[in-house]
Nanobody, 126 residues
Framework: QVQLVESGGGSVQAGGSLRLSCATSGYTPNMPCMAWFRQAPGKERETVASLTRRDTPYYSESVEGRFTISRNVAKRELYLQMNSLKPEDTANYYC????????????????????WGQGTQVTVSS
């Protein structure tokens, strides 16, 4: 059974940093293509960053230059390093995974992602 578990959320002041992690299990033999999303209260879900099969990252304009997505294939973990955090980054952050061998690696379309974590809350105060 595929499971995604996020960790690393918390409360920080504006300008601070956090590193989110997403532990994956249940995939064999390869780690799937994955992405980070976020959703703030009263707002639509937003794609934050994604990785292609060759680890090429894509970012939303709102986080470009501040966030970095990466993964450790050996540990089967996905990461999101968040620097220069702003109050508008406050949201629940989710990792998501595509089906194995998907042709849509790197996509920003959430409906393509089959597996989702429960989310981790990030709160940035001004």
């Amino acid at each position: 059974q595929v499971q995604l578990v996020e960790s690393g959320g918390g409360s920080v002041q504006a300008g601070g940093s956090l590193r989110l992690s997403c532990a994956t299990s249940g995939y064999t033999p390869n780690m799937p293509c994955m992405a980070w999303f976020r959703q703030a209260p009263g707002k639509e879900r937003e794609t934050v960053a994604s990785l292609t099969r060759r680890d090429t990252p894509y970012y939303s304009e709102s986080v470009e230059g501040r966030f970095t997505i990466s993964r450790n294939v050996a540990k089967r973990e996905l990461y999101l390093q968040m620097n220069s955090l702003k109050p508008e980054d406050t949201a629940n952050y989710y990792c998501a995974a595509l089906p194995p061998n998907s042709d849509y690696c790197g996509t920003f379309r959430p409906e393509r992602y089959m597996y989702w974590g429960q989310g981790t809350q990030v709160t940035v105060s001004s």
